[in-house]
């Protein structure tokens, strides 16, 4: 089992930046696969961007792309989402997510386990 904990959402103007993180706890940290995706009212949950457990393996949203940028620290367990040049279209509420069984990228259902999410709001 893997518990996920996401904090840092929260109000921002447009143009503004803010970082989420996510704290993952009962599992060997190193080996998981995460990503960041973020659902708006009545629209479907959508993928944001990935990371493996390898520094080579991201990916992004193309939407968010050169905007947002996600990193991870395996000594604090806990993987980051920086976001920067926010638009009120991102607000939204951020999930995290990990893949125990490899690099989950884009794909929710490769998902195994969900964070609570965290409310991220950019007014214009």
């Known amino acids: 089992q893997v518990q996920l904990v996401e904090s840092g959402g929260g109000l921002v103007q447009a143009g503004g930046s803010l970082r989420v993180s996510c704290a993952a706890s009962?599992?060997?940290?190193?080996?998981?696969?995460l990503g960041w995706f973020r659902q708006a009212p009545g629209k479907e949950r959508e993928f944001v961007a990935a990371?493996?457990?390898?520094?080579?393996?991201?990916g992004y949203a193309e939407r968010v792309k050169g905007r947002f940028t996600i990193s991870r620290d395996n000594d604090k367990n806990t993987v980051y989402l920086q976001m920067n040049s926010l638009k009120p279209e991102d607000t939204a509420v951020y999930y995290c997510?990990?893949?125990?069984?490899?690099?989950?990228?884009?794909?929710?259902?490769?998902?195994?386990?969900w964070g609570q999410g965290t409310q991220v709001t950019v007014s214009s």
């Open positions: 997510a990990a893949d125990e069984n490899g690099y989950g990228g884009g794909v929710v259902s490769r998902y195994d386990y």
């Open positions: 009962g599992r060997t940290f190193s080996s998981l696969s």
């Open positions: 990371i493996g457990w390898t520094a080579g393996l991201i």
